[in-house]
């Protein structure tokens, strides 16, 4: 896995981002992203895609 350099805000940021994902019944563990995982993202968060997205894969 590679490390990635953020600030404490950015990181606030990815663990809330993951967090409702989770909450959303997105992710349910998965070791990759599937293309369903992936729809659902743009479904529900249609403004931010690509954050969330970067949130689940790092």
């Known amino acids: 896995m ?3 350099k953020i600030s404490e805000k950015s990181a606030r940021d ?3 981002r993951f ?3 989770i909450e959303k019944g997105i992710y349910k563990g998965e ?3 599937t293309t ?3 729809k659902n993202i743009e479904k529900e968060y ?3 895609i690509s ?3 970067l949130a ?3």
Do not use: C, F, W
Request: no cysteine.
């Open 46 to 48: 249609p403004n931010s």
């Open 51 to 53: 954050h969330y997205l």
């Open 14 to 16: 990815y663990v809330g």
């Open 2 to 4: 590679k490390e990635y």
């Open 31 to 33: 070791n990759l992203t």
């Open 56 to 58: 689940l894969e790092r």
């Open 36 to 38: 369903s995982m992936r």
């Open 19 to 21: 967090n409702g994902i």
